[in-house]
């Protein structure tokens, strides 16, 4: 049996051209796992950054606005949209995380995009948690 996957190639702006990474999303029993290796994120007070996925279907715009809001189907408020994914967490400028969910499927966010945020998410203020600027983005496909 074949397992249905995507991935996103994660790319900074212009302010951090040297952060980059894969994201994948596996579809894994009645859930999706995703699993982000991210390399050359920036310094930060807390070494946490906000990651979601976003309605828009590409990453271009100034400061990637194409990418739009967070991918919220359900008309949810923040932290419960579809999109909202648990922070990454720097060490030296790298982070890797892997986490199962039920809020989505591959193929509900194929065509969607991957934000990476300059803050954390405080997981309160709507609608996007106060995350801060987008500091980089990736395009979901299959892979």
């Known amino acids: 049996m074949q397992l249905l996957q995507a991935q996103a190639k994660v790319k900074g702006g212009k302010e951090h051209p040297n952060l980059h990474g894969t994201v994948k999303f596996t579809a894994w029993g009645n859930g999706t796992l995703v699993a982000a290796e991210i390399c050359g994120l920036p310094e930060s007070k807390t070494g946490f950054f906000a990651f979601h996925i976003h309605e828009g279907e590409d990453c271009g715009g100034e400061g990637f606005s194409d990418t739009k809001g967070h991918f919220n189907p359900c008309n949810r408020e923040h932290p419960c949209h579809a999109g909202d ?22 193929c509900d966010i194929l065509g969607k995009t991957v934000v990476i945020h300059a803050e954390p998410d405080d997981f ?17 496909c299959l892979r």
């Open 85 to 106: 994914l648990p922070p990454l967490l720097s060490c030296n400028g790298r982070a890797e995380m892997t986490v199962l969910t039920k809020r989505f499927s591959v």
């Open 124 to 140: 309160h203020t709507q609608p996007s948690g106060n995350a801060g600027n987008k500091i980089a983005c990736g395009m979901i």
